[in-house]
């Protein structure tokens, strides 16, 4: 399996170099993510990443090929979403996933990975959105007009990991949480998180709208991280 899937990425790599392009990001604007019916639009960047969150995860198939490369391709015949993505260095970029942006096989993103206080991009996010509320999650810093509260809630438990709160942000039809994801299954396994397949219900909170943490491998080496919700109220 591991043999096809190496074979598949070269594959998918090596038809992209003959439509490839770079992209100089400098942390205020967003990586132009062009998305074309029935093909894949290869996102590498200049650092491993430990994490992604789409804005909205049934209109893009993403693929994984290797640590710092990702594939994208659309579900619907128009796209047009955020996706923060995080590398290792503790940078969060931000690109654009769109069917009306010019289309590349193979988006080359260069970027030098800042010292971790500047790590923090400042490109501008529509306010109260989730993919806004998200990103400040992320940063941990609270936008004006949330109330932030220290939390020790059981969020979900499981026989793999266990999700538990720290912080809770509300703001009105919003709320964010900050929590801790934690490995519960024993020494030397390795458990990877699927955040679209997280289920939690808090009626109070309304639907949950976003999650995404800041790496979804847990090992011996992390057994624990940092996770970060968003509900919305109707």
């Given amino acids: ?20 392009a770079t992209f100089n990001w400098d942390g205020k604007t967003y990586i132009p993510l ?13 650092e491993r990443l430990s994490g992604y969150v789409l804005e909205e995860p049934e209109s893009i198939n993403v693929l994984t090929i290797d640590d710092r490369t990702l594939s994208f391709s659309p579900r619907a015949a128009a796209v047009e979403q955020r996706i923060i993505l995080r590398g290792e260095s503790g940078t969060l970029y931000m690109a654009r996933a769109s069917t009306s942006l010019r289309f590349y096989a193979l988006l080359e993103v260069q970027h030098e990975p800042a010292a971790p206080e500047e790590a923090h991009g400042s490109v501008e996010l529509p306010a109260r959105t989730p993919v806004f509320l998200m990103l400040k999650l992320m940063q941990r810093r609270p936008p004006s007009g949330f109330h932030v509260v220290n939390s020790s809630r059981s969020l979900l438990q499981t026989a793999q990991f266990r999700l538990d709160s720290e912080q809770v942000w509300s703001g009105g039809r919003l709320t964010g ?8 299954a024993a020494m030397g396994s390795r458990v990877e998180v699927e955040p679209e397949r997280i289920e939690i219900l808090i009626p109070a909170l309304g639907e949950l709208r976003m999650i995404a943490a800041d790496r979804y491998v847990l090992d011996d080496r992390n057994p624990s991280t940092s996770a970060y919700l968003i509900f919305l109220k109707d």
Avoid: E, N, W
Wanted: hydrophobic letters at 55%; glycine letters at 2%; zero cysteines.
């Fill in 1 to 20: 399996m591991r043999l096809i899937r190496l074979l598949f990425a070269a594959s998918v790599i090596s038809a992209a170099s003959a439509k490839a």
């Fill in 34 to 46: 062009g998305l074309q019916s029935q093909s894949q639009a290869v996102l590498r960047f200049p």
């Fill in 177 to 184: 949480i900050v929590a801790t994801l934690q490995r519960t």
